[in-house]
């Protein structure tokens, strides 16, 4: 099966400019996420979906950061206006069937990652 | 509150070395799923293992290896007769075992060599 596909993989932008990634999860997949990964540092979770429904987003920096994911499948996570601490990669990811997200069945799920979007802020 | 520590912030090892990389969390949740994943440089995250809370049986695939200890809250990752495509970072992460939310949380990575 197709993987998480991102774009753009890397971005270099000045501060208080805005950027937008893409992210197509795997087909089928209810769940997306989004993680914010520092370098040097674990991921970060910044927000779930599942579905088009956001289901935590208690980490997103919601002055500057929006993501949505309208249709229930493909999502955009946009900065604006980007700071300096800001440069990361994103990383995209996406689990649970949707059939099994009906039948109640979570925390097992393994999340497939993309390649991830690295920003950098000038 | 979730958390997990990989104290190794680096190691470097000669092809064909045993290493071990060590994890330990912290949670008040008492069912719950660990996971290892392994970051090459191209930089997507390979899912490796997943174990949940109720199974502490070690586990054993091909070359890897691992050990789960709910008494010490660890979940260590031993590579054995390692190799260079084995250099990447290894992450550890903890999930608990809920409806909804499903916050994967990681730790801060360990980086490991293998030198030829």
């Known amino acids: 099966e197709a993987g998480v596909a991102q774009s753009p993989r890397y971005k270099i932008i000045e501060k208080r400019q805005s950027v937008a990634f893409w992210c197509n999860p795997i087909s089928g997949h209810a769940t997306l996420y989004w993680y914010q990964q520092i370098l040097g540092q674990g991921p970060k979770l910044l927000i779930q979906f599942q579905n088009n429904g956001v289901v935590d987003d208690s980490q997103l920096p919601k002055d500057r950061f929006s993501a949505e994911r309208l249709k229930g499948v493909d999502s955009t996570l946009k900065i604006q206006p980007a700071k300096l601490e800001d440069s990361a990669v994103y990383l995209c990811?996406?689990?649970?069937?949707?059939?099994?997200?009906?039948?109640?069945?979570?925390?097992?799920?393994?999340?497939?990652f993309g390649a991830g979007s690295r920003l950098t802020v000038l | 509150a979730q958390k997990v520590t990989q104290a190794q912030t680096e190691i470097s090892v000669v092809e064909k070395e045993d290493v071990t990389l060590d994890c330990v969390y912290e949670t008040r949740d008492t069912t719950y799923y660990l996971f290892w994943y392994k970051q090459p440089p191209s930089g997507e995250l390979v899912f490796l293992i997943r174990r949940n809370s109720f199974d502490e049986q070690n586990e054993i695939s091909g070359r890897y290896s691992w050990n789960f200890q709910k008494s010490t809250s660890s979940f260590n990752f031993t590579i054995t007769a390692s190799q260079v495509v084995d250099s990447a970072v290894y992450f550890c992460?903890?999930?608990?075992?809920?409806?909804?939310?499903?916050?994967?949380?990681f730790g801060q990575g360990t980086r490991l060599t293998i030198n030829p």
């Open positions: 990811a996406s689990s649970v069937p949707r059939g099994r997200v009906r039948q109640g069945v979570s925390g097992a799920n393994v999340l497939t």
């Open positions: 992460a903890l999930r608990p075992l809920i409806q909804g939310a499903q916050k994967l949380v």
